[in-house]
T-cell receptor, first 111, second 113 residues
Framework: DAKTTQPPSMDCAEGRAANLPCNHS???????VYWYRQIHSQGPQYIIH???NNETNEMASLIITEDRKSSTLILPHATLRDTAVYYC????????????FGGGTRLMVKP | GAVVSQHPSWVICKSGTSVKIECRSL??????MFWYRQFPKQSLMLMAT?????????EQGVEKDKFLINHASLTLSTLTVTSAHPEDSSFYIC?????????FGSGTQLSVL
């Protein structure tokens, strides 16, 4: 799996958009970009994933640059409950492939 | 999304005893499940890959005789921490794949006294 680089921490005001960057300059053509988050003392929660097109679901939007070397997770209206560690992971989609977690970004949403 | 149920949520045990943690995929079948361990303020570290009907694959440095994994059915994998010691105290999390996504259990906090 390609290595990812994320800022260790970020702050965001409640109600504002949270933009979490991720660099994955060594990503391969068949690797997807996945985002998970982990709220304190819970298991990681799937957020979104994509290959090269931008993706949106009820939780977030994923913007992947054209060269696929970086991406941004956008939480459009952050709430206090979005305070968590966010992990950006790149991986090939096959049955036996686990997720390798890096350090992630600790997002603190403040009132 | 798919649900992975993990039990117990927390357990306290005496040193030298064994503890079993269960991981179930509730609405899908999982031929492969993964077990992670997480120490305070650290990221998740993969311990082993659990394969239904066959032996688990352990990561380097993880003792297979200490962390026994059984994946007897397509919806259940168990992790048994044998002869637990205080240094085994950690947050254990299981994961199972459904289509393109991996889903995680809620985790088990193990405290060994």
């Amino acid at each position: 799996d390609a290595k990812t680089t994320q800022p260790p921490s970020m702050d965001c005001a409640e109600g504002r958009a949270a933009n979490l960057p991720c660099n994955h300059s060594t990503i391969s053509g068949n690797e997807y970009v996945y985002w998970y988050r982990q709220i304190h003392s819970q298991g990681p929660q799937y957020i979104i994933h994509g290959l090269k097109n931008n993706e949106t679901n009820e939780m977030a939007s994923l913007i992947i640059t054209e060269d696929r070397k970086s991406s941004t997770l956008i939480l459009p209206h952050a709430t206090l409950r979005d305070t968590a560690v966010y992990y950006c992971i790149v991986r090939v989609n096959n049955a036996g492939n686990m997720l390798t977690f890096g350090g992630g970004t600790r997002l603190m949403v403040k009132p | 999304g798919a649900v992975v149920s993990q039990h117990p949520s927390w357990v306290i045990c005496k040193s030298g005893t064994s503890v079993k943690i269960e991981c179930r995929s509730l609405d899908f079948q999982a031929t492969t499940m993964f077990w992670y361990r997480q120490f305070p303020k650290q990221s998740l570290m993969l311990m082993a890959t659990s394969n239904e009907g066959s032996k688990a694959t352990y990561e380097q440095g993880v003792e297979k005789d200490k962390f026994l994994i059984n994946h007897a059915s397509l919806t259940l994998s168990t992790l048994t921490v044998t002869s637990a010691h205080p240094e085994d105290s950690s947050f254990y999390i299981c994961s199972a794949r459904d289509l393109e996504k991996l889903f995680f259990g809620s985790g088990t906090q193990l405290s060994v006294l």
